[in-house]
């Protein structure tokens, strides 16, 4: 990859780290956030899904706006809203404010999501942009690693309220990263204005595209697993294992090495085996991983460190799925690259909303329930692959 183009992938990569900052930091302080706001762990579990909700749908607004106005206009714009309302929930009084506000946080942060996938369709395609993608993935994977160590130790200075004014200082430097570094990779002669049938027809074509669908499912239930984790690991490993905030950061990033070590090989497998191939595999894999620790811990061994060990190494296969997804998925719409990106998001975010929904009402605080979530994910994400990549087969899992 040309020095340029590593350039703007860091860029990319800072900026798409946000988003998913501003989740993983806020975990450790979930807690203390029922404790101080009089609500219960359900209660204080809804501002997570609040945010993850109005994230997938902002997608919607954001992707079709690229298109029309470029792309650097509507990531400025979501960072503002995201800092106005990260003030907003550094002064909820109630848990009810709080999660409007976490809302419209994640209203304003999916601009981050959604728009660089964008940049880089317009800038690489294929293998290239597998390993651009891998690139950004470098940056990302600081976030699960060291957010919520940051949000423990921010926690341990002030409180959970303090966290919001490190996120706050973080959309300040998204600001001027947009406006100052990035440059505008959109062409004018190539941009639509956003006209609702245009939209509608483009929805329509995405939507009937059994590749683009069936890509976009596989990451969707792919991510929905990680968001299961996302919203049960904190009270899991408080309650069952007895780990202190600082002591859940460090699993948690423990947990989340494996994803993103392994993004970074994404790009050079799919240029030596190809990427439905390195799907394929990687998806059986990570089916296969995680049913094998929900049955062992349902047969009594649930230790935590077979707990973190085995979502360690499954994770690892995940991390190939979700970059090679993305840019398949967006590789035959050059035309409307912001919205492809935009829906694809929005469906992924959307399912993961509702797998939390789903597998919520049998969540114990315990690793059995939370494993089993987990692998009921993975499994929808193979079925998903099997139904649209023809060189998965069902005897390859035999």
């Keep these: 990859m040309r020095d340029p183009m590593f350039r703007m992938a860091l860029v990319l990569g800072l900026l798409s780290a946000v988003g998913p900052f501003a989740i993983d930091m806020y975990l450790p302080a979930m807690p203390q956030v029922a404790a101080d706001l009089n609500t219960t762990e359900a209660g204080a579990a809804l501002t997570l899904t609040s945010y993850f909700i109005a994230f997938g749908l902002a997608q919607m607004i954001y992707g079709p706006m690229a298109d029309a106005i470029g792309r650097k206009k509507p990531m400025a714009l979501g960072v503002v809203i995201f800092l106005v309302a990260t003030v907003a929930a550094a002064l909820a009084p109630t848990i009810g404010w709080l999660i409007l506000a976490r809302a419209v946080q994640g209203f304003g942060a999916a601009t981050l999501m959604v728009v660089p996938r964008a940049v880089i369709r317009d800038v690489a395609t294929g293998p290239a942009a597998a390993k651009m993608m891998a690139a950004i993935m470098i940056v990302i994977s600081i976030s699960p690693m060291l957010a919520p160590l940051t949000g423990s130790l921010v926690m341990a200075w002030g409180g959970w309220r303090e966290i919001f004014g490190v996120l706050g200082a973080a959309a300040l430097l998204s600001l001027f990263l947009i406006l100052v570094v990035l440059p505008e990779t959109s062409d004018p002669l190539h941009r639509q204005p956003v006209r609702l049938g245009q939209m509608m027809a483009g929805a329509r074509r995405l939507l009937t595209d059994k590749r683009f669908m069936g890509l976009t499912m596989i990451g969707g239930f792919g991510m929905a697993s990680f968001f299961v984790f996302l919203s049960t690991a904190s009270f899991v490993y408080k309650h069952q294992y007895g780990l202190s905030p600082t002591g859940f950061s460090i699993a948690f990033a423990i947990n989340a090495i494996g994803f993103f070590s392994a993004s970074q090989f994404a790009g050079r497998l799919a240029e030596q085996f190809g990427m439905e191939r390195v799907i394929s595999l990687a998806i059986t894999g990570f089916t296969g991983l995680t049913l ?107």
């Design 292 to 398: 094998l620790v929900t049955a062992l811990v349902w047969s009594g061994a649930d230790a935590l460190p077979l707990v973190v060990a085995g979502l360690l190494v499954a994770n690892a296969c995940l991390g190939l799925v979700i970059p090679t997804t993305m840019v398949m998925a967006l590789d035959p719409h050059p035309d409307i690259a912001g919205l492809a990106s935009s829906l694809g998001g929005t469906i992924q975010m959307l399912t993961g909303g509702l797998m939390i929904a789903l597998t919520g009402p049998f969540m114990d605080n315990t690793s059995a329930t939370m494993v089993a979530g987990i692998a009921l994910c993975a499994l929808l994400a193979w079925c998903a692959a099997a139904a649209s990549l023809p060189r998965l087969r069902l005897r390859r899992m035999v």
